[in-house]
């Protein structure tokens, strides 16, 4: 069974920064794209950023220039360095995995969750 455990949120003020971290564990076959969504209260859940196989990346344009997604395939890691913060980048973060679990069993999986405070 796949398991995507986040680490790294907490509280900072206004532009300080803040790096998360998603490490899946478990069989995965492949990996298509992982990435960061987040969703504050009372909003819905949106992409911040991903990052394709290819090493491709894409981002909201609204954390652009501030935030950064990076992989280490060998540990199927995924990491979000978020710098600049402001007041509403305040959300829980999300880690998600697209990718298999084999040929025939296609992966979509979701971290806890990790909650980003950016308040003074």
């Known amino acids: 069974q796949v398991q995507l455990v986040e680490s790294g949120g907490g509280l900072v003020q206004p532009g300080g920064s803040l790096r998360l971290s998603c490490a899946a564990s478990?069989?995965?076959?492949?990996?298509?794209?992982m990435g960061w969504y987040r969703q504050a209260p009372g909003k819905q859940r949106e992409l911040a950023a991903s990052?394709?196989?290819?090493?491709?990346?894409n981002y909201a344009d609204s954390v652009k220039g501030r935030f950064t997604i990076s992989r280490d395939n060998a540990k199927n890691t995924v990491y979000l360095q978020m710098n600049s913060l402001k007041p509403e980048d305040t959300a829980v973060y999300y880690c998600?995995?697209?990718?298999?679990?084999?040929?025939?069993?296609?992966?979509?999986?979701w971290g806890q969750g990790t909650l980003v405070t950016v308040s003074s």
């Open positions: 478990g069989s995965i076959f492949s990996i298509n794209a």
């Open positions: 998600n995995v697209d990718g298999w679990l084999s040929p025939f069993n296609a992966l979509n999986a």
């Open positions: 990052i394709h196989s290819s090493g491709d990346t």
